[in-house]
């Protein structure tokens, strides 16, 4: 009987300690996994509706992608750029207009502004009150737009070319890749 009761007192220490052992191994893993750097996603920060999302680019202290309040004016968001650098151009851009959400904003430096064909210079296919003509803007001008890009602006331009100019702002809604939304935003922007 001392046998077994040895060996069942020895099968029991054995089983007190594969528990404590499973236990200290679970407590350690669990910190392990504490002492690891999480996994970090990111995820959109959702914007209240009337937020703007503008890209400022250019002659500017800061350049980058800043949100700002519905209403705001290109001023405030050369502002939130930190403002223009000594080599902007004074005078490149209206400051008082009004921003749309998705621009982009750039900031010419001197040397830019005086290579390129002032407002309203014929074939610059922008009219001394900054709008965009749709009709006799170049590339360069249509790209100018917020969200036309090198392939929309070529979509404009083949769309006036094969159906001549256009007659109406609503038009521009024909033209692949436009839809209302973007026709909204660009509206305001362009004239005939």
Do not use: C
Not at 14 to 32: D, I, K, N, T, Y
Not at 83 to 99: C, H, M, Q, W
Not at 158 to 166: I, L, N, Q, S
């Amino acid at each position: 009987m001392a046998g077994t009761d040895a060996r069942w007192r020895l099968g029991a220490g054995a089983a007190v300690l594969l528990v404590l052992g499973a236990v200290a191994g679970g407590v350690a893993q669990r910190m392990m996994q504490d002492a690891a750097p999480a996994t970090i996603v990111a995820e959109p920060v959702a914007t209240a509706a009337s937020d703007l999302v503008v890209d400022v680019q250019g002659a500017v202290a800061r350049p980058g992608v800043y949100r700002l309040p519905s209403g705001s004016r290109v001023l405030d968001a050369l502002a939130r750029a930190g403002g223009t650098s000594a080599e902007a151009a004074p005078g490149a851009l209206n400051l008082a207009r009004p921003v749309v959400d998705g621009e982009q904003l750039i900031v010419p430096t001197a040397e830019e502004a005086a290579a390129a064909p002032p407002p309203g210079a014929p074939g610059s296919g922008v009219g001394a009150d900054g709008l965009v003509s749709l009709n006799r803007a170049d590339q360069a001008a249509l790209e100018s737009l917020p969200r036309v890009g090198p392939s929309l602006a070529l979509a404009i331009i083949a769309h006036r070319d094969e159906h001549g100019p256009f007659t109406d702002l609503a038009q521009l809604d024909d033209v692949p890749g436009i839809g209302p939304a973007l026709l909204a935003t660009l509206t305001p922007l362009v004239t005939l």
